[in-house]
Each structure stands twice: as C-alpha cells, then as structure tokens.
T-cell receptor, first 115, second 109 residues
Framework: DAGVIQSPRHEVTEMGQEVTLRCKPI?????LFWYRQTMMRGLELLIY????????DSGMPEDRFSAKMPNASFSTLKIQPSEPRDSAVYFC?????????????FGSGTQLSVL | DAKTTQPPSMDCAEGRAANLPCNHS???????VYWYRQIHSQGPQYIIH???NNETNEMASLIITEDRKSSTLILPHATLRDTAVYYC??????????FGTGTRLTIIP
C-alpha cells in the first residue's frame, strides 16, 4: 500500500500563474479530502469528495480555487490566478468512509510558495 | 466552537512515558475520541481512537475517563521521533473532521 500520493512536493510560482496540485488516494477509499495548512489558520478543510462527487466545498476560499476528481484514483486542486496569500501546505487525505470509526490517511503535502 | 481543549505545549524526557491530556466535556454518547499527530513538514498521522473503553495499539494507549469528559494519550517510551503536534478530535461521523491547534510535544534528550 503506497499511501496517499501527492505531487509536486514543492511548488514555487509567481503571482498570477495557474497552479495545479495532484493527489492519488489509497485504492478502495471512497472519500477524498483537500486540506490547507498555514501558521495563522492551522489545518482547514477545503473540499471533500465521495465516489468522485464533490460533497462539501464550503471551505474553498474563493472562485480562484477549483477541485476535480475525474476518477477514483486521481484528484486535482487548481488555483487560477494564484496570489501570495495562497502560500501554504496543501494536504490531500483519503478514507474508506465517514463513519465514526473510520480514519483519515494523509499524503505528504505540497508546499506552495507564490511570489 | 472548539469541542476539545489541549495544552498548547508539553515537554517529556526521552525514554519516559508522555501523557497528553484532552478535555472534551461536551462530548455526546456516540462521538469517538481520535488522536492524530503531525511531525514537522509531514501530513497528519492517525494514532488511535476510542469510544468508551481504553484502547491500546502499537503506537500508544488511550485512556478515556468513565464520564468520557476527558482522555489521555500515552506514549509509553517516548523517543525523539515522537516530537510532533498532537491533535485530539471528537468525531461523530458523517461530518467534516476538524483539527484544532493541538499540543506541541517536545521530547528532550
């Protein structure tokens, strides 16, 4: 089991550029989550999917952010255009379910720096 | 609207047991207590969870008080690699898993 795989590990870009973060969940997991972590706000849930369908995107900060899950093994989080305040670590996580005794498995994250 | 209260930081000597407290006085009967940790620059890692009974696995033990209003995570023989932020989370299910600020545990050589 390779775990949740995220790419790239680090991304440095200039303000205004499009950024795409990628995630491969654990096989067989029906739920996928995108979190963002900053010093000021801690870990924030941005959006989550169930069986490739977005269920709750209330944490997405604004329209510049979009997430897709075209199939069970791949998801993207896109920021267009990027801004310096988007600099953060973005984590993807997956789980088998949302029942009370299910656990989340996190990827190693993407460190995003927008200059 | 935090469901849990944890001390912001703790120190523990290497080789000793680390006991991390968590208060969750408003926990309801069907909410689980979860512990995750985050080692610097890594994603959060699941440690253990429980509902009513004490639990033990290869990583840690979880002691839940009889009234379920508080719990303690025990790392029996702390090593330097246990230095991390530890999150105590109360979770019913079918909702978003929300992380608080956690306890920053530093293991001292």
């Amino acid at each position: 089991d390779a775990g949740v795989i995220q790419s790239p590990r680090h991304e440095v870009t200039e303000m205004g550029q499009e950024v795409t973060l990628r995630c491969k969940p654990i096989s067989g997991h029906d739920y996928l989550f995108w979190y963002r972590q900053t010093m000021m706000r801690g870990l924030e849930l941005l959006i989550y999917f169930n069986n490739n369908v977005p269920i709750d995107d209330s944490g997405m900060p604004e329209d510049r952010f979009s997430a897709k899950m075209p199939n069970a093994s791949f998801s993207t989080l896109k920021i267009q255009p990027s801004e310096p305040r988007d600099s953060a670590v973005y984590f993807c996580a997956s789980s088998r379910g949302l029942e009370g005794n299910e656990k989340l498995f996190f990827g190693s994250g993407t460190q995003l720096s927008v200059l | 609207d935090a469901k849990t209260t944890q001390p912001p930081s703790m120190d523990c000597a290497e080789g000793r047991a680390a006991n991390l407290p968590c208060n969750h006085s408003t926990i309801s009967g069907n909410e689980y207590v979860y512990w995750y940790r985050q080692i610097h620059s890594q994603g959060p890692q699941y440690i253990i969870h429980g509902l009513k009974n004490n639990e033990t696995n290869e990583m840690a033990s979880l002691i839940i008080t009889e009234d379920r209003k508080s719990s303690t995570l025990i790392l029996p023989h702390a090593t330097l690699r246990d230095t991390a932020v530890y999150y105590c989370i109360v979770y019913f299910g079918n909702e978003k898993l929300t992380f608080g600020t956690g306890t920053r545990l530093t293991i001292i050589p």
